[in-house]
């Protein structure tokens, strides 16, 4: 079956605007992650979707990032106010997501979203 | 502060060797780990998983180890292909939440 999806792969964007990332995770995946990997870093994470629970924002690193999740499936990132520090590889991954906090199971990661903010 | 440090940084191997990475966690209390292996442009892929009661898991030619006593794994690859070429992550998950921590990553490449 079709794994996560991206897009756009690539974006340019110029100081100060916003930007939307976009994720599609696998279908029936219940968990969603956003993750950030800068050139020479370590993957970051930054928000995580359980279900319907509330989302763990507690790795966007201010309050220019959101995310939401609608309908339980399609996730957007929203950068506002871009810095030329934003610029990275953006990555979402799903799992099956599992009840009682044991998130054991596989992430399958997207492609990536590459930003760079000039 | 909950950290995954991982050695070496880059290793250059031939074709054919066996190489092992490492990876060293100070997460607590610790759920589990996962070693990941992402290609240049592409994202991860998982490689093994491992909870702190499981001390071996295989993927082919790829074997991992835990000690949760000491908080090290390692990664093993057994003969190595051109193709093994790409970055090893290994990635702590504590019992709390879904929050995942991240190492930096072994640049295994392989030459000829």
């Known amino acids: 079956g079709a794994g996560v999806s991206q897009s756009p792969s690539n974006k340019v964007t110029e100081k100060g605007k916003d930007v939307e990332l976009r994720c599609d995770p696998i279908s029936g995946h219940t968990a969603l992650y956003w993750y950030r990997q800068s050139l020479g870093q370590g993957l970051e994470f930054l928000i995580y979707f359980q279900g319907n629970s509330a989302p763990d924002k507690s790795g966007l690193p201010s309050d220019r990032f959101s995310a939401e999740r609608t309908g339980g499936s399609v996730s957007t990132l929203t950068i506002q106010r871009t810095q030329q520090e934003d610029s990275a590889v953006y990555l979402c991954?799903?799992?099956?997501?599992?009840?009682?906090?044991?998130?054991?199971?596989?992430?399958?990661f997207g492609p990536g979203t590459r930003l760079l903010v000039l | 502060k909950n950290q995954v440090e991982q050695s070496p940084q880059s290793l250059i191997i031939l074709e054919g060797k066996n190489c092992t990475l490492q990876c060293n966690y100070t997460v607590s209390p610790f759920s589990n780990l996962r070693w990941y292996k992402q290609d240049t442009g592409r994202g991860p892929v998982s490689l093994t998983i491992m909870t702190f009661s499981e001390n071996t898991k295989s993927n082919g030619r790829y074997t991992a180890t835990l000690d949760a006593d000491t908080k090290q794994s390692s990664l093993h690859i057994t003969a190595s292909q051109l193709s093994d070429s790409a970055s090893y992550i290994c990635?702590?998950?504590?019992?709390?939440?879904?929050?995942?921590?991240f190492g930096q990553g072994t640049e295994l490449s392989v030459k000829p």
């Open positions: 991954a799903s799992s099956l997501g599992a009840s009682g906090g044991k998130l054991q199971e596989t992430q399958y």
């Open positions: 990635v702590v998950r504590g019992n709390q939440g879904g929050k995942l921590i």
